[in-house]
């Protein structure tokens, strides 16, 4: 969720329009001209509002420059070429993919993320469940693909969805009996699924 939050920041700054080449601009002359490294031009920016001056660095700009060139060449190897970290403690090479993976609802940009360490599984895990979500199709092996990243609940979910749309009714219990992981509210993993599959008890 922190992950959504700032990019939304993000999101609506860049849309704002600063005097000179904006990352809008810049990303445009990338796309039409065909040369994804105009983005390596991108400066830090300020941007002013009634309250406040903010600014976005040079490495996000970088970021968002290719990240749009991505999107609109329908190329997630662009992502390949970003350098830095963001500020969630992801590499904005891996954020890349995970945008994509959303934007395009490519499952298989998920595959491409680097999942070294905890910070990653977590962004890998959300990939391949929010995806499945936002293409309104899950399928039990992609689910399965994150069963042991030590994310029950994003793995409940995913079972949840797959339960909802086959009807399965009894695979939550097939997944979750034997599970003794109980959530914030005081729910079983069992009953997570049922509830995210709107099953009646």
Known sequence: MRLLTSF????????QSPSGEDVQQLTARAVRENRPNLCEKAKKRCYE???ETSSISADTN????????????????????IQGESGTGHSYRDVCFEHYAREKKDISACEKLNSKDRTNT????????SVQGLRGNYLLDDCLKIRDLREPYTFAKCIAGVAKQTKDLPLCARMFSQSTVIDPWGHTLLQRCLLQAEIPK
């Open 49 to 51: 509002s009634d309250f």
């Open 62 to 81: 970088r970021f968002l420059c290719y990240r749009e060139y991505a999107f609109a060449k329908n190329d997630s190897s662009i992502c390949e070429k």
């Open 122 to 129: 977590i962004l890998y895990a959300t990939c391949i469940e």
């Open 8 to 15: 939304i920041l993000l999101v609506l700054l860049f849309g």
